[in-house]
């Protein structure tokens, strides 16, 4: 099942602008990933984001975790047409046994228009 | 590095046959996962395999099965094709097992007809 939900489920933009996207998740994680994935291919890792931490950026992305409302949003900023793409966060729960499995969000599908 | 490669990229089976997927992680990388991605399912975890072992395993029917060999490369097969195993089947590798960046491959497009 899902763990995650993501809000919104679709964003059309305009080139240039800053686009945010925000991810709940319902058990306490170890870390929180974002990925992207042009048109049903295979995703690709944008940044991870620890428990313990609150905020991180790489390049034009910007992250933020809150653990006390389970809830993450990533930010991008001066969007590009190559950003247009569906974004997935995954979180890994804390208590696993062993092992690692990802749980997903539904995705927020971005449009960006040049 | 090269990345992590899934062979092959399309596949076209029928209802009943059996299908095996390919994984090859990134070199080093002794952890792969395998998800299912499906429009009204979205993405779901299959199973994990660290240095062969099978450390973790997600809500799939015993249909499903895979298996890691001392390369680290990886396998899944899917017996008794249903026309609901139609999918997008994406590979991840890790460096380690436990909570860490996970790398996914491009995928492979199963059809069931």
């Known amino acids: 099942s899902q763990q995650g939900e993501e809000d919104p489920q679709a964003l059309s933009i305009q080139e240039g602008e800053n686009a945010t996207m925000n991810c709940s998740y319902k058990?306490?994680?170890?870390?929180l990933q974002w990925y992207r994935q042009n048109s049903g291919r295979g995703l690709v890792h944008l940044i991870l984001i620890r428990s313990n931490e609150r905020e991180k950026h790489s390049g034009r992305l910007r992250v933020t975790l809150d653990t006390s409302k389970k809830s993450s949003s990533l930010l991008i900023t001066a969007s590009r047409a190559a950003d247009t793409a569906s974004y997935f966060c995954?979180?890994?729960?804390?208590?696993?046994?062993?092992?690692?499995?990802?749980?997903f969000g539904e995705g927020t599908q971005l449009t960006v228009n040049p | 590095k090269a990345g992590v490669t899934q062979t092959p990229r399309y596949l076209i089976k029928t209802r009943g046959q059996q299908v095996t997927l390919s994984c090859s992680p990134i070199s080093g990388h002794r952890s792969v996962s395998w998800y299912q991605q499906t429009p009204g399912q979205g993405l779901q975890f299959l199973f994990e395999y660290f240095s062969e072992t099978q450390r973790n395993k997600g809500n799939f029917p015993g249909r499903f099965s895979g298996r890691q060999f001392s390369n680290s490369r990886s396998e899944m097969n899917v017996s008794t094709l249903e026309l609901g195993d139609s999918a997008l089947y994406l590979c991840?590798?890790?460096?380690?097992?436990?909570?860490?960046?996970?790398?996914f491959g491009p995928g492979t497009r199963l059809t069931v007809l």
């Open positions: 995954a979180t890994d729960a804390l208590g696993e046994t062993s092992g690692s499995r990802l749980t």
């Open positions: 991840a590798s890790s460096s380690t097992t436990g909570p860490d960046t996970q790398y």
């Open positions: 058990t306490s994680i170890n870390n």
